[in-house]
Nanobody
Framework: QVQLVESGGELVQAGDSLRLACAIS????????LGWFRQAPGEQRAFVAA????????FYGDSMRGRFSISRDSANNAVFLNVSSLEPGDTARYYC??????????????????WGQGTQVTVSS
């Protein structure tokens, strides 16, 4: 089993930057990919970014490239999401996730089998 706990979400102003963190515990050696999704009220969960647990290969959602940056620590005990130039449209609950099955570029929630409870990011204009 793997446990994920997010932190770092808060109320910020447009233009601010934020760093979200996810602490990972349990059988991290079974994981292939770590990622972030976000979900705004009334919307589906959207893929933000993901990174392999081995090497530095990372990939981003279609509209996420540029302002979002994912990274992890070398032991895979944590994954981070840096977001710059925040916009009101970034307001959402951000979820940390992990996959123990290999996919080339997992982008759908069904590709991931471990989830945190989420951390709320609210951006005021």
């Amino acid at each position: 089993q793997v446990q994920l706990v997010e932190s770092g979400g808060e109320l910020v102003q447009a233009g601010d930057s934020l760093r979200l963190a996810c602490a990972i515990s349990g059988r991290t050696d079974t994981l292939w990919t770590l990622g972030w999704f976000r979900q705004a009220p009334g919307e589906q969960r959207a893929f933000v970014a993901a990174i392999r647990t081995k090497g530095d290969y990372s990939f981003y959602g279609d509209s996420m490239r540029g302002r979002f940056s994912i990274s992890r620590d070398s032991a895979n005990n944590a994954v981070f999401l840096n977001v710059s130039s925040l916009e009101p449209g970034d307001t959402a609950r951000y979820y940390c996730t992990a996959a123990s099955t290999y996919y080339y570029e997992p982008r759908h929630p069904s590709h991931f089998n471990y989830w945190g409870q989420g951390t709320q990011v609210t951006v005021s204009s």
